[in-house]
Antibody
Framework: EAQLVESGGGLVKPGGSLTLSCAAS????????MNWVRQAPGKGLEWVSSISTGSGYKYYPDSVRGRFTVSRDNGRNSLYLHMNSLRADDTAVYYCVRDVDGNGGFDPWGQGTLVTVSS | QSVLTQPPSASGAPGQRVTISCSGSRSNIGNLYVYWYQQLPGTAPKLLIYRNNQRPSGVPDRFSASKSGTSASLAISGLRSEDEAEYHC???????????FGGGTKLTVL
């Protein structure tokens, strides 16, 4: 069974940095594009980044472009999100997700890791 | 402000049928597939419908979905208490090169 487990969340001051990790198991990690999706408290879902199987393509929405960097290590079955210049509106639960059909069908979702940006 | 538009809430009595709408544009819903996710209270979202109307294994056939033009809808028949959850629609956006989501619809089973 495919499984994703995020880690690395926590409390960080505005302007600070944080790196999230996601450990994948139960499937051939290197065969799937991977994404990060976040959910601010009481809000809807927001796509944060995507990375292709070989890391050749990386995409971000305007809200995080230039501040967040997605990377992966297929040998370690791991996905990462490096977050810089964090702002209060980056506060959210961050989910690691697998794109099962290359068109945005996300399954499974990890349990999420909470990032709180506050002074 | 979410790119896709969903009603914030919906409700129905046990056994009834309820529908949830999702409205977008030509660059997203009108361009490719629609997906629906179910988020039970306090848990991560789960894929409920993929590629407009396909159910992953394990999802009951009480859940169905359709798409027409730049809109989509999710229907739940034979409503049960365990269906009480937040439902999110999503679609790939050609302008964004990434997916966009609706704001979520909180379903209450009366």
């Amino acid at each position: 069974e495919a499984q994703l487990v995020e880690s690395g969340g926590g409390l960080v001051k505005p302007g600070g940095s944080l790196t999230l990790s996601c450990a994948a198991s139960g499937f051939t990690f290197g065969s799937f594009s991977m994404n990060w999706v976040r959910q601010a408290p009481g809000k809807g879902l927001e796509w944060v980044s995507s990375i292709s199987t070989g890391s050749g393509y990386k995409y971000y929405p305007d809200s995080v472009r230039g501040r967040f960097t997605v990377s992966r290590d297929n040998g370690r079955n791991s996905l990462y999100l490096h977050m810089n210049s964090l702002r209060a509106d980056d506060t959210a639960v961050y989910y690691c997700v697998r794109d099962v059909d290359g068109n945005g069908g996300f399954d499974p979702w990890g349990q999420g890791t909470l990032v709180t940006v506050s002074s | 402000q979410s790119v896709l538009t969903q009603p914030p809430s919906a409700s129905g009595a046990p056994g009834q049928r309820v529908t949830i709408s999702c409205s977008g544009s030509r660059s997203n819903i009108g361009n490719l597939y629609v997906y629906w996710y179910q988020q039970l209270p306090g848990t991560a979202p789960k894929l409920l419908i993929y590629r407009n109307n396909q159910r992953p294994s394990g999802v009951p056939d009480r859940f169905s979905a359709s798409k027409s033009g730049t809109s989509a809808s999710l229907a739940i028949s034979g409503l049960r208490s365990e269906d009480e959850a937040e439902y999110h629609c999503a679609a790939w956006d050609a302008n964004l090169s990434g997916p966009v989501f609706g704001g979520g619809t909180k379903l209450t089973v009366l």
